[in-house]
C-alpha cells in the first residue's frame, strides 16, 4: 500500500467516527429533549387529588381508607421496579389528652365567622358520673375517620350503664355535622340516662338544610345546644388548655360573634 493511499484512508476514518460522534451526541440530545417533553407533558396532565382519594397512580384514582395511605404509591412503586421509600402516615387517629396548646386553642375556638384553615373539631368535656366522679379532657381529630362527636362514645365512655346518670357538657370550636348529629339523636334516644350540653364557638355550615334538621332532632332528643359565651372561653382556657397561669384576652368582636351565631342557632331551633 502506498503512502499516499495510507493517508487517504487515514483521513477518511478519522471523518468517520467525526461523523459517529456528531451522530450520537445529536441522538442523545434528542433522547434527552423527548424525555423532558414527556415529564413536562406528565406534569401537566397531573391534577391534585380530591379530598378522599389517594394521588393518581398509573392513571387510576383509589380511595383512601384509614389506615391504607400511601398504599397506592407503594403499588406503583414496585411496578416501575424502584423500591418503596418509607412513608410517613398523618394521624388517622383521633387524639386525646388533658390540656389543648394553647396556640391551637385560639386558632381553633375562635369564634369567626368564616373559618378558614379550620378544619378539625376540638371537644373538651366534662362528664358527671355521679359517685364514680368527674372525667375532663379534650378530644381533636383531623375529619379523616371517626369524627370527635363519634369517638367520645367511643374512648371516652365506651361502657353504658342505665344504672348510672351522666350528665354531659361539651365545649367544642364547632358544631356538629349532619352525620354526628344524626348519631347523637340516636344515642340519646337509647340512654335515657344521659343528658348532653353542647356549646359550640361557631355554627357548621349552618345555612346547609341537612345541618338545621340534624341539629333540630338532637335538640328534641334532649340536648341543650347553645354557642359559647365569651365567659366560656374565658373558663375552657382555665379549664382545658396548658395555659402557664396566662391570663386568657378575648378578641374584639368575641361578643358580636357570639350574639351573631346565637340569633343563627335560635333561627334554626324555633
Known amino acids: 500500500m502506498t503512502a499516499f493511499k495510507r493517508m487517504i484512508d487515514r483521513s477518511l ?29 406528565a406534569k401537566k396532565e397531573e391534577k ?15 380511595q383512601v381508607e384509614n389506615g ?46 368564616y373559618s378558614s384553615g379550620r378544619n378539625k373539631t376540638f371537644l373538651c368535656y366534662l362528664v358527671d358520673q355521679g359517685s364514680d366522679g368527674l372525667l375532663r379532657g379534650y378530644l381533636e381529630d383531623e375529619h379523616a375517620g371517626a369524627h370527635a362527636e363519634d369517638a367520645f362514645f367511643q374512648q371516652v365512655l365506651p361502657n353504658y350503664d342505665p344504672a348510672c346518670k351522666y350528665t354531659i357538657t361539651w365545649y367544642m370550636s364547632s358544631s ?6 344524626g348519631k347523637l339523636t340516636e344515642i340519646l334516644k337509647a340512654r335515657k340516662s344521659v343528658r348532653l350540653a353542647i356549646f359550640s364557638a361557631r355554627l357548621f355550615d349552618w345555612e346547609e338544610p341537612e345541618i338545621q334538621t340534624g341539629l333540630k332532632a338532637l335538640a328534641a332528643a334532649g340536648c341543650k345546644l ?45
Open 13 to 41: 476514518s478519522v471523518s468517520d467516527m467525526a461523523d459517529r460522534k456528531s451522530s450520537s451526541g445529536v441522538g442523545s440530545r434528542q433522547t434527552v429533549k423527548r424525555k423532558e417533553r414527556a415529564e413536562n407533558e
Open 48 to 62: 391534585p387529588p380530591k379530598e378522599g382519594e389517594k394521588p393518581e397512580v398509573n392513571g387510576k384514582k383509589e
Open 68 to 113: 391504607e395511605a400511601g398504599a397506592g404509591a407503594e403499588n406503583g412503586a414496585e411496578a416501575n421496579g424502584e423500591k418503596p421509600e418509607p412513608m410517613e402516615l398523618p394521624p388517622f387517629e383521633i387524639i386525646t389528652g388533658d390540656r389543648i396548646d394553647p396556640f391551637f386553642y385560639k386558632f381553633q375556638f375562635k369564634n369567626v365567622e
Open 176 to 181: 356538629p355535622c349532619a352525620a354526628c348529629a
Open 226 to 270: 347553645r354557642m359559647m359565651k365569651p365567659l366560656d372561653f374565658t373558663y375552657t382556657w382555665d379549664t382545658f388548655v396548658e395555659n402557664d397561669e396566662e391570663q386568657f384576652t378575648l378578641w374584639e368582636d368575641c361578643q358580636e360573634n357570639y350574639e351573631y351565631y346565637q340569633d343563627k342557632l335560635a333561627d334554626i331551633l324555633q
